[in-house]
């Protein structure tokens, strides 16, 4: 059974870090490549970054770059996302998402206020 188990959300104050995790489990992690996405109320979910699975190429979203990182670890089957100076417009569920051609995995998200 494929999981994808998102942890770390929560309520920070602006200008504050959050580390989430994703702990996966139920098919091959180190041949996917690993994303967080997120999601805000009513607004589409995005693209937060990306991390290829034998090179760990890094890809983000631009208003992301200079303070996210997104890393993995194979042999504990876990994606990071450390995110550094959070603003209030970060609010949203962060979501894992594991992929190859033709077959993609969700988890539930885990939830990130950022809120004074």
């Known amino acids: 059974q494929v999981r994808l188990v998102e942890s770390g959300g929560g309520l920070v104050q602006p200008g504050g870090s959050l580390r989430l995790s994703c702990a996966a489990s139920?098919?091959?992690?180190?041949?996917?490549?690993m994303s967080w996405y997120r999601q805000a109320p009513g607004k589409e979910r995005e693209l937060v970054a990306r991390i290829t699975s034998v090179s760990s190429r890094t890809t983000y979203a631009d208003s992301m770059q200079d303070r996210f990182t997104i890393s993995r670890d194979n042999a504990k089957n876990t994606v990071y996302l450390q995110m550094n100076s959070l603003k209030p417009e970060d609010t949203a569920v962060y979501l894992c998402?594991?992929?190859?051609?033709?077959?993609?995995?969700w988890g539930q998200g885990t939830q990130v206020t950022v809120s004074s």
């Open positions: 139920g098919f091959a992690f180190s041949s996917y490549t």
């Open positions: 998402n594991a992929g190859v051609t033709g077959i993609r995995y």
